[in-house]
C-alpha cells in the first residue's frame, strides 16, 4: 500500500517545509499564533484527505506534481527572505 506513496516522498518533504515557510511569515506579519496554527492544521488535514482521494489519478503527474511543489517552495523562501530583509532594514532605521 505505501508503494503508492513514494512518488510524493518529495512533496510530502516539500509541503512540510512549505507549511513552515509560511507560518513564519505569518509570525513576522503579527498573526494571532493559535489561529495560524489552527488554520495550518486544518490545511495539512485537507490536504492528507486530497492526498488520500487523488492519489491514484495523480500517479501520472507526480513529477510535475513534485516539481510544483518544489517551485512554490523556492517562491515561497525567497518571498520570505525578502520580507525578513526589509523588515530589518526597517528595523535598523528606527521605522514601525
Known amino acids: 500500500m505505501l508503494e503508492q506513496?513514494?512518488?510524493f516522498i518529495g512533496l510530502i518533504i516539500f509541503g512540510n517545509i512549505e507549511n513552515l515557510i509560511l507560518a513564519s511569515q505569518g509570525v513576522v506579519a503579527g498573526v494571532n499564533p493559535r489561529i495560524?496554527?489552527?488554520?495550518s492544521?486544518?490545511?495539512v488535514l485537507i490536504w492528507i484527505f486530497i492526498g488520500f482521494v487523488a492519489t491514484e489519478a495523480a500517479?501520472?503527474?507526480?513529477n510535475y506534481i513534485t516539481?510544483?511543489?518544489g517551485l512554490a517552495i523556492v517562491i515561497l523562501g525567497f518571498q520570505s527572505i525578502h520580507g525578513a530583509v526589509r523588515n530589518l532594514r526597517k528595523a535598523e532605521r528606527g521605522e514601525q
Open 41 to 43: 492544521i486544518i490545511v
Open 36 to 39: 495560524l496554527g489552527l488554520l
Open 67 to 69: 516539481f510544483l511543489g
Open 5 to 7: 506513496f513514494i512518488p
Open 59 to 62: 500517479m501520472q503527474y507526480s
